[in-house]
């Protein structure tokens, strides 16, 4: 990439008072990939150059340096495009069960360019930590968090749709969650940010039989499965799971990736559950991809 770009991305990161963490945060990548795409050892790809220019509102030309900065760059730095609603006012919402209201916040921090991964994490992760704590306490009846959930999962659709890409032609990556593991939202997530960075997903969700996930990986050959636990006295069933799959593809069984918040407090989790790797976040698994 040329000096120029790399010039750039320096310059504007520090114009709108970002640490390079924070601007990895809002790009959903890595920190160590900002600071390679400012030295120049590393080169984003198209859709990521497109989206490190509409953070820091300029043209995909200005940041390659074919247009001069004082034409092109708008007034307005990142700071002042903060959402207009708070973190509060959506938790709020949700526990009213206002659907609208709820949809109406996210809309607008997509408005503002709020990327993706950050109203994932920062709002809907976020809350429903929170509807957890509440339940566990017994402030917050189980109809509500299962309204709470599908509420999640509907803003989480209309969110894809907005960022939709067409990545079929690529090899499948198939994700479920193993045995009765019905908590299947982080695993959406991280289907839908994979899907952003450009992968074919295949999202089965929860509750597959298994000679149904057979099935699909014989129609689909995916090269890679990812697996989702949330609570510990599931890992079982991706232990089960995993050793069914080895037996029955062998040495051509895709690469296994697991993760989610059973694993949490679990040391050496590919040797527990037999996975090829365990996977904290969706830059992990990126990685592992990468090096299949
Ligand atoms: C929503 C919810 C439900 C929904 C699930 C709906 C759905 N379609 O998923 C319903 C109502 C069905 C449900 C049911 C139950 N739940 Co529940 N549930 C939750 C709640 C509130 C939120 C979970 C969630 O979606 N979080 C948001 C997502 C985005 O976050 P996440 O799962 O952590 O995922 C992120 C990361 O972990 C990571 N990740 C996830 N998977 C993977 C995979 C890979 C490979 C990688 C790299 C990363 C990754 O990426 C995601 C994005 O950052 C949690 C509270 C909490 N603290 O988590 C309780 C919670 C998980 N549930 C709990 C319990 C006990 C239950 C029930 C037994 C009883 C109940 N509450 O009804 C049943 C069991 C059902 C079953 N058989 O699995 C407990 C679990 C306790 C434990 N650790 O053992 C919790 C913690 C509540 C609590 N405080 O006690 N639940």
């Not at 945060?25 to 600071?35: C, E, M, P, V, Y």
């Not at 080169?43 to 340096?65: H, N, Q």
Request: net charge neutral; glycine share 6%.
């Amino acid at each position: 990439m040329n000096s120029e770009f790399t010039i750039r991305i320096k310059e504007l990161r520090k114009k709108n008072n970002l640490t390079q963490k924070d601007a990895a945060k809002l790009l959903g990548i890595g920190q160590t990939t900002i600071a390679n795409y400012e030295n120049g050892t590393r080169v984003p790809d198209l859709m990521k150059v497109a989206e490190i220019a509409d953070l820091y509102k300029v043209s995909v030309d200005y940041l390659l340096g074919r247009e001069d900065y004082a034409q092109k760059v708008q007034e307005k730095s990142v700071e002042e495009e903060k959402p207009e609603f708070t973190y509060e006012e959506y938790m709020k919402s949700l526990l009213d069960g206002d659907k609208k209201a709820v949809r109406k916040i996210l809309l607008s921090f997509l408005k503002k360019g709020v990327p993706s991964r950050v109203i994932y994490e920062d709002y809907i992760r976020r809350s429903l930590r929170e509807v957890g704590e509440l339940w566990e306490k017994g402030e917050l009846p189980i109809w509500k968090e299962h309204f709470i959930s599908e509420i999640s999962l509907e803003n989480m659709a209309l969110i894809k749709r907005r960022k939709y890409k067409e990545n079929e032609d690529r090899k499948p990556i198939l994700l479920l969650t193993p045995g009765a593991e019905q908590h299947n939202i982080g695993l959406k997530m991280v289907g839908d940010m994979l899907e952003a960075n450009g992968h074919n997903v295949i999202y089965l969700g929860n509750l597959i039989p298994t000679d149904n996930i057979i099935q699909a990986i014989e129609e689909k050959k995916p090269y890679a499965i990812i697996l989702s636990v949330t609570i510990a006295y599931h890992i079982d069933s991706a232990k089960n799971l995993i050793d069914i799959l080895k037996q029955r593809f062998g040495t051509k069984t895709p690469t296994i990736l697991i993760g989610g918040g059973a694993f949490d407090r679990v040391e050496n989790v590919a040797m527990v559950t037999g996975a090829d790797k365990y996977c904290r976040d969706i830059d992990e698994i990126e990685k592992n991809l990468r090096r299949i």
